[in-house]
């Protein structure tokens, strides 16, 4: 089985990088994620929180290889209202992945299809494709995805058969 991308394996020396914060406009938080995906974070999500005294905040999580810390650190105190970060070591397990493409009524479109010990058991529609396609065509969004898994699912059955 060949892939696009990694084969499945388990990174032991990646970060799980936390900043709290209660002071900070909650607008900059799109544009610090997207920045810190830029620099190469893995993964960037928040949490809302109650901080002390009761004041109501969010957690900034970023996972990031630990060889990427200097730059990540830059932007969230550059970025953010923080003045600490937290740092714990954290294992992650990735699944083999590829793309594959499917056929619809709107033309090719890309599967990202994951594999656990060379089986299937994940796949999702590409989410900017199908955007972009709902915005042109003027369809729903969820008119393409559906779209896309069942082209996806005729074609693993064409497959197998």
């Not at 990088?17 to 999500?45: C, H, R, T």
Request: proline residues 4%; charged residues 25%; negative net charge.
């Amino acid at each position: 089985m060949s892939f696009d991308h990694r084969e499945e394996h388990i990174d032991h020396e990646m970060l799980l990088i936390q900043a709290n914060l209660d002071d900070m406009n909650p607008e900059w938080v799109s544009y610090i994620m997207d920045k810190l995906f830029d620099y190469g974070a893995n993964d960037v999500y928040i949490v809302p929180i109650i901080m002390k005294r009761g004041r109501p905040g969010i957690m900034l999580n970023v996972l990031v290889e630990a060889e990427l810390l200097t730059k990540v650190e830059e932007v969230i105190f550059s970025e953010t209202t923080t003045l600490g970060i937290r740092y714990l070591h954290a294992s992650c397990h990735r699944l083999a992945r590829e793309f594959q493409q499917v056929h619809t009524r709107w033309g090719p479109l890309q599967v990202k299809v994951g594999y656990h010990q060379e089986k299937l058991v994940q796949y999702a529609p590409e989410f900017k494709e199908c955007e972009q396609v709902a915005k042109q065509y003027q369809v729903p969004l969820k008119q393409v995805y559906d779209e896309v898994r069942k082209q996806f699912i005729e074609s693993q059955k064409n497959a197998s058969s």
